[in-house]
C-alpha cells in the first residue's frame, strides 16, 4: 500500500478509532498493581540470596510467567511502532499512549509479583531484561492494515497466556495478578479488532 493510500486510512478511520478509544475507558476498570502484589513476603535479596527452594511455583510455570513479563518488557518498541506509522496528534496517537500506560502496568505489576513472592532468580531475571531489550524489535508491518491485525492476534494471544499461566500457578494471589491482566489483554484486543 502507497504511503498515500495508507494517510487515506489512517484519516478515514480517526472518527472509529476515537469512538473504540472511548468504548475502551468506559468498559475498562482502573486497578492498581500495588493492591494485587503480596509486599508483606518481599525480603533483602541481599541478606537472604534468592534459592529457588524459596520458590513457590513450578518451574514451568515461572519460565511462563518469565516470558509473560519479557513480552511486556518489550512494550517500547511495541509504541514505537505504532508511532512511527500513526500521525502525531490523532485519535490513535492518543490510543498508543493509554494503552502504553496500561500495558506498562502490566511488566510493573508482573515484576513486582515474581521478585516478592522469591518466584524468580532476581539477577536471571534482569540478565534476561537486559537481552530482550538490547535485541529489541523492529516491526515487519509498514501498512497500518497488517499492523492493526498483528496486533489484535499479538492482544488475543497474550491474553491467553497470561490467563493459562495464572491458572497453572496455583498460587491465588498469582492468579488474581496474572487474570487482571489478562482482563486488560481482552481490552485491548476489543478495541484492535474492532
Same mark, same amino acid.
Given at each position: 500500500?502507497?504511503?498515500?493510500?495508507?494517510?487515506?486510512?489512517?484519516?478515514?478511520?480517526?472518527?472509529?478509532?476515537?469512538?473504540?478509544?472511548?468504548?475502551?475507558?468506559?468498559?475498562?476498570?482502573?486497578?492498581?498493581?500495588?493492591?494485587?502484589?503480596?509486599?508483606?513476603?518481599?525480603?533483602?535479596?541481599?541478606?537472604?540470596?534468592?534459592?529457588? +527452594?524459596?520458590?513457590?511455583?513450578?518451574?514451568?510455570?515461572?519460565?511462563?510467567?518469565?516470558?509473560?513479563?519479557?513480552?511486556?518488557?518489550?512494550?517500547?518498541? !511495541?509504541?514505537?511502532? #505504532?508511532?512511527?506509522? %500513526?500521525?502525531?496528534?490523532?485519535?490513535?496517537?492518543?490510543?498508543?499512549?493509554?494503552?502504553?500506560?496500561?500495558?506498562?502496568?502490566?511488566?510493573?505489576?508482573?515484576? +513486582?509479583?515474581?521478585?516478592?513472592?522469591?518466584?524468580?532468580?532476581?539477577?536471571?531475571?534482569?540478565?534476561?531484561?537486559?537481552?530482550? %531489550?538490547?535485541?529489541?524489535?523492529? +516491526?515487519?508491518?509498514?501498512?497500518?492494515?497488517?499492523?492493526?491485525?498483528?496486533?489484535?492476534?499479538?492482544?488475543?494471544?497474550?491474553?491467553? +497466556?497470561?490467563?493459562?499461566?495464572?491458572?497453572?500457578?496455583?498460587?491465588? #494471589?498469582?492468579?488474581?495478578? %496474572?487474570?487482571?491482566?489478562?482482563?486488560?489483554?481482552?481490552?485491548?484486543?476489543?478495541? !484492535?479488532?474492532?
Amino acid at each position: 500500500m502507497a504511503q498515500e493510500e495508507q494517510q487515506e486510512l489512517v484519516a478515514a478511520v480517526e472518527g472509529d478509532v476515537a469512538r473504540l478509544m472511548a468504548e475502551h475507558r468506559e468498559r475498562r476498570k482502573d486497578w492498581y498493581f500495588h493492591e494485587f502484589v503480596p509486599w508483606e513476603q518481599g525480603r533483602s535479596y541481599i541478606d537472604e540470596p534468592w534459592e529457588e +527452594s524459596q520458590a513457590t511455583v513450578r518451574p514451568e510455570v515461572r519460565t511462563a510467567l518469565v516470558l509473560n513479563l519479557l513480552t511486556e518488557d518489550n512494550l517500547p518498541y !511495541y509504541h514505537l511502532a #505504532i508511532a512511527d506509522r %500513526m500521525p502525531k496528534g490523532s485519535a490513535y496517537d492518543e490510543w498508543n499512549h493509554l494503552w502504553t500506560a496500561e500495558e506498562a502496568q502490566h511488566a510493573i505489576a508482573l515484576r +513486582s509479583y515474581l521478585l516478592t513472592s522469591r518466584n524468580c532468580d532476581p539477577h536471571e531475571l534482569e540478565d534476561d531484561r537486559m537481552a530482550t %531489550m538490547e535485541a529489541g524489535y523492529d +516491526s515487519p508491518y509498514e501498512d497500518p492494515i497488517a499492523l492493526f491485525v498483528y496486533t489484535s492476534a499479538q492482544e488475543l494471544a497474550t491474553r491467553i +497466556s497470561h490467563r493459562n499461566a495464572g491458572a497453572l500457578t496455583d498460587d491465588e #494471589i498469582a492468579y488474581k495478578v %496474572m487474570q487482571r491482566i489478562a482482563a486488560d489483554e481482552n481490552h485491548h484486543y476489543l478495541f !484492535y479488532k474492532g
